[in-house]
T-cell receptor, first 115, second 112 residues
Framework: SAVISQKPSRDICQRGTSLTIQCQVD?????MFWYRQQPGQSLTLIAT?????????ESGFVIDKFPISRPNLTFSTLTVSNMSPEDSSIYLC????????????FGSGTQLSVL | RKEVEQDPGPFNVPEGATVAFNCTYS??????FFWYRQDCRKEPKLLMS???SGNEDGRFTAQLNRASQYISLLIRDSKLSDSATYLC?????????????FGKGTLLTVNP
């Protein structure tokens, strides 16, 4: 298993600003994932972050809006850029375990509100 | 068909009741299936994996029917602490098996 520390836990931001969310894992992991959970909706995968390579983004998400860093095997950041109220959501980082890495542990999430 | 579709809920049941959640998925090539639990304002946590042979963990039983692309979760003798949102989760296929698709969740409230 893995313990994931995510911060900040919540923030209220002004339109047009950017917020960087950090995730620290207590062990080395190959893949880290960033999800978004909008109010009343299911979790949606934003991107997969592998150490030493560019993140892979899902349809509807682009690097300019959600730049991701993965400098080592225990850490990743997600930046929400040029925020608008539509970006208000919970953002979750996760990493996988199990034979194929498909069982996920999640960080505690970042509740983002954009005014 | 939506990628992962669950009973809309909410479910309100008394303590001790048996409650069943259903879920259907669209990708017939999916290789992995899970139920996650999400408490209010908390992150999702893995409840159990789901196998074709069915699996049981205490009061929880999960079933998978690949032919019908259907997953179920049965909770027996429900407790107040079972109150949460239950997420049906389906893995990808081929090289994308690690990509999980989440259902919207079904809210369960167990009442004293």
């Amino acid at each position: 298993s893995a313990v994931i520390s995510q911060k900040p836990s919540r923030d209220i931001c002004q339109r047009g600003t950017s917020l960087t969310i950090q995730c620290q894992v207590d062990s080395q992991v190959t893949m880290m994932f960033w999800y978004r959970q909008q109010p009343g909706q299911s979790l949606t995968l934003i991107a997969t972050a592998n150490q030493g390579s560019e993140a892979t983004y899902e349809s509807g998400f682009v690097i300019d809006k959600f730049p991701i860093s993965r400098p080592n095997l225990t850490f990743s950041t997600l930046t929400v850029s040029n925020m608008s109220p539509e970006d208000s959501s919970i953002y979750l980082c996760s990493t996988g375990y199990g034979g194929d890495g498909e069982k996920l542990f999640f960080g505690s999430g970042t509740q983002l509100s954009v005014l | 068909r939506k990628e992962v579709e669950q009973d809309p809920g909410p479910f309100n049941v008394p303590e001790g009741a048996t409650v069943a959640f259903n879920c259907t998925y669209s990708n017939s090539a999916s290789q992995s299936f899970f139920w996650y639990r999400q408490d209010c304002r908390k992150e999702p946590k893995l409840l159990m994996s789901v196998y074709s042979s069915g699996n049981e963990d205490g009061r929880f039983t999960a079933q998978l029917n690949r032919a019908s692309q259907y997953i179920s979760l049965l909770i027996r003798d429900s407790k107040l602490s079972d109150s949460a949102t239950y997420l049906c989760v389906v893995g990808g296929s081929g090289g994308s098996n690690y990509k999980l698709t989440f259902g919207k969740g079904t809210l369960l409230t167990v009442n004293p």
